[in-house]
């Protein structure tokens, strides 16, 4: 993005699997380890915090998650008074465009969630940009609630990196989650309300075919819009 500003097209290229795969929209057809490390697939419903480049891709692709009941997009990373978007792409505020999942953990675990988020959501290997957007706001980075989350983020990041399943190290960084804030109405399920707008055709709408694809058990055809 800048979303109103200006729109770079870059195409969307489809690569096969490889022993060491690129990532991103490079790497939709390839499918990664499952962690080793995880949470338990019992309990109450969760919430996952992830930012990973434009919030409307990240929200479009996790509400066809099977187990996700609402993805929100929003600002995490900085404080609630400057979190809107006209303070946010100033790139000082310390916020970057992220999305809150809710999902069940009986259905989908905290780690498969991670699995998502590092094979189709985005680039891993990319700290600062995500196709045609850059800068911190659009940073890779894990915001965890907890020391549970964040043993398995960093687990699984460690476990990726030993295998060289991609073809440069993640710079996907962790922080502890501070506070999410949801973003103006306009911003929410972007995706859904306008499914052939230029920039959701080629970057966004191939993250929810990959997952279609590549992941078809947790792939759900009727998204988990918000109302």
């Known amino acids: 993005m800048r979303h109103f500003l200006k729109i770079t097209l ?45 919030f409307w891709g990240m929200q479009g692709m996790f509400e066809h998650v099977v187990g996700v009941s609402k993805v929100v997009a929003g600002y995490a990373g900085g404080e609630k008074s400057t979190a809107s978007y006209d303070m946010v792409t100033t790139e000082t505020t310390g916020h970057a465009e992220a999305v809150e999942i809710t999902f069940d953990p009986t259905k989908v675990s905290y780690g498969e969630l991670l699995r998502l988020y590092f094979s189709v959501a985005h680039d891993p290997t990319q700290l600062n940009r995500q196709g045609p957007d850059s800068g911190s706001s659009y940073r890779s980075t894990i915001f965890t609630a907890g020391a549970e989350q964040e043993r398995v983020a960093k687990a699984y990041i460690d476990q990726l990196d030993k295998a060289g399943v991609f073809h440069a190290p993640i710079a996907t960084t962790l922080e502890p989650l501070r506070g999410f804030f949801a973003a103006e109405g306009y911003h929410q399920d972007f995706l859904i309300k306008n499914p052939t707008y230029p920039y959701i055709v080629r970057n966004d709408l191939p993250k929810i075919e990959a997952l279609r694809r590549v992941y078809p058990e947790k792939y759900s055809k009727a998204p988990a819009k918000l109302r």
């Not at 022993?19 to 109450?44: F, K, Q, T």
Request: charged share 10%; glycine share 8%.
């Open 10 to 54: 870059s195409a969307v290229v489809l690569a096969a699997s490889v022993p060491s795969l690129p990532a991103g929209a490079d790497a939709l057809d390839a499918v990664i380890p499952p962690p080793a490390v995880d949470l338990p697939r019992s309990g109450a419903t969760q919430t996952a915090v992830l930012a990973g480049g434009c």
